[in-house]
């Protein structure tokens, strides 16, 4: 005769807690209620699958959800966690041990990989308790509800952030969640959708984010700029301050929103930023699009937005607004394919979709919701721990400050492959790239008149079938050899005037993609 639920659930937890203990890795109902598929730049990148083809354990406390992490074989074991219940201070305890580390009153997934979160059965709330994921990749979560997390007060958890990502990571889905707060800083709260310190390839989808004074931010500073490939759709912003989101550098699309009360600023562009921003609507707002509060100018691609009852600032020092004549300022190749809804059917389409427990409903493209199949088991991806996209450089990896001083100069070559362009590595856009005709060469970027350098980075086009390896930075005028190294990234040179500057590559696997060749005074 079958146990009742409950009966069998407290079972299924105690058994799972001693696993926790002894190491143990069990098998759990395969019961996941996480559906559909990665959409946008998290399916860039190998893809994101989280826990698929893992394991299915139920939780419904914080220590709970670290035990099950703690409990796998390896930290890159795969396994899809369903909560049910309100995860709180109270009941989120450390658990240690070999495949997880964890911490007290935050959930952690910290140098872990292919993990779903999903809320199940009446609801999964963390209450006043923030996610964070730090140095992991390949991580999904649904379904869940994270509400007025503290970063001043009391209880404070994970910086002020409902989710937060920092320090490498990768590939991450956020589906369906509902992130809220009951104030702004000033009454102790931070942002609802953090991303720093090397974050990429990460897509939040059919969410809601509200009653906040910051919605989100890419990049702490406006000399962070490790972070990108990001995409926003189909979320609803409700009565936001501002970061709705804050961009500082690095590619971002944004489609299918509706933004409602952006009380300051909305999407803010900044520090080289460049944002393809399409058929969103605006309601009610000030100022929903540009760049604001620095003079460090960021870009945009617009097409398809209504602009319904949106106030717009006058043009200031630190104030660039896109509006109320929008315009583009750049163009941005999105490397992956998208379904647009027209811009007027919006408000409808996110209002039925959008958030937690709405039966992760999307649109078929067509404004009207359907439930997506469920989400099919797949292999175990690799990498299975969190990889940067360029190999760290043998110069310092400090990312330079200021103006990325190669967008609107020169650019030439030793050679170049069909079909790509020496311009291609200052226009700004990852999507884009240069290489040689084989496997070694030289491209340059020039000025006018002298200009003084001090750092360049080198960023890889998504993709690339070679890597680079060996490398020179010439001073362009007199041949000089600046400095030398290996790997794509950030490369420091002696702080040097000159009218061109040029990267030589000596050796390389395959043929390298060369997408940005910035430069820097520092």
């Given amino acids: 005769m079958r146990r009742p639920v409950a009966l069998r659930l407290h079972a299924a937890l105690a058994t799972l807690a001693l696993a926790a203990a002894t190491g143990v890795v069990l098998s759990m109902p395969q019961a996941s209620a996480a559906t559909g598929g990665a959409t946008g730049y998290a399916t860039q990148n190998g893809g994101t699958t989280g826990g698929a083809g893992g394991q299915t354990v139920r939780a419904t406390t ?19 966690i369903e909560v049910e219940g309100t995860v709180n201070h109270a009941n989120t305890a450390k658990v240690s041990g070999t495949s997880c580390n964890t911490a007290a009153g935050v959930i952690e997934l910290k140098q872990i990989s292919n993990v779903t979160l999903v809320g199940v059965g009446a609801g999964a709330v ?37 989710i937060g990502m920092e320090s490498d990571v990768r590939n991450v889905w956020v589906d369906h969640t509902t992130l809220e707060a009951s104030g702004g800083e000033s009454a102790g709260f931070d942002g609802l959708f953090d991303m720093k310190d090397n974050t990429q390839y990460v897509t939040l989808s059919y969410s809601t984010l509200r009653n906040s004074g910051r919605g ?43 933004y409602v009360k952006l009380n300051e600023s909305g999407i803010n562009s900044r520090a080289g930023a460049r944002a393809k921003v399409d058929n969103n609507y605006f309601k009610d707002s000030k100022d929903v699009l540009g760049t604001f509060y620095t003079s460090a100018a960021g870009y945009w691609q617009v097409a398809g937005n209504i602009f319904d009852n949106v106030t717009w600032s006058s043009t200031g020092t630190d104030t660039n607004p896109a509006g109320p004549d929008v315009k583009s300022t750049t163009t941005v190749s999105i490397p992956y394919s998208f379904s647009l809804d027209a811009a007027d059917c919006v408000p409808d389409i996110v209002n039925q979709t959008a958030g937690a427990n709405k039966g992760l409903k999307v649109s078929n493209g067509n404004c009207t919701p359907q439930t997506p199949s469920p989400n099919p088991t797949t292999p175990t991806p690799t990498p299975t721990t969190p990889t940067p996209t360029t190999p760290t450089p043998t110069p310092s990896p400090t990312q330079p400050g200021g103006t990325n001083l190669s967008l609107g100069a020169g650019a030439d070559g030793s050679s170049k492959a069909d079909g790509t362009s020496y311009g291609n590595v200052r226009d700004g856009d990852l999507g884009t790239y240069w290489s040689p005709a084989g496997s070694t060469g030289s491209v340059s970027i020039k000025w006018g008149s002298a200009t003084t350098v001090s750092g360049i980075a080198i960023r890889e086009a998504a993709g690339s079938t070679g890597t680079i390896g060996s490398w020179r930075v010439l001073d362009g005028d007199t041949g000089a050899v600046l400095t030398s190294g290996s790997g794509a990234g950030v490369i420091t040179v002696p702080r040097t005037a000159l009218k061109k500057i040029t990267f030589e590559i000596v050796s390389s696997s395959g043929t390298p993609r060369v997408a940005e060749f910035e430069t820097y005074a520092g």
């Fill in 62 to 80: 914080g220590t709970e959800i670290h035990a099950a992490l703690c409990a796998r074989a390896t930290s890159s074991t795969p396994i899809t």
């Fill in 126 to 162: 963390f209450d006043q308790l923030g996610i964070h994921i730090r140095e992991s990749s390949n991580i999904i979560i649904q379904n869940v509800t994270v509400r007025n997390v503290k970063k001043s007060g009391s209880p404070t958890s994970n910086g002020g952030d409902a």
């Fill in 216 to 258: 989100g931010l890419i990049g702490s500073s406006e000399t962070e700029l490790s972070n990108g490939f990001v995409t926003f759709h189909h979320n609803l912003y409700e009565n936001i301050d501002s970061r709705a989101p804050l961009l500082r550098g690095g590619i971002a699309h944004i489609y299918n929103n509706y």
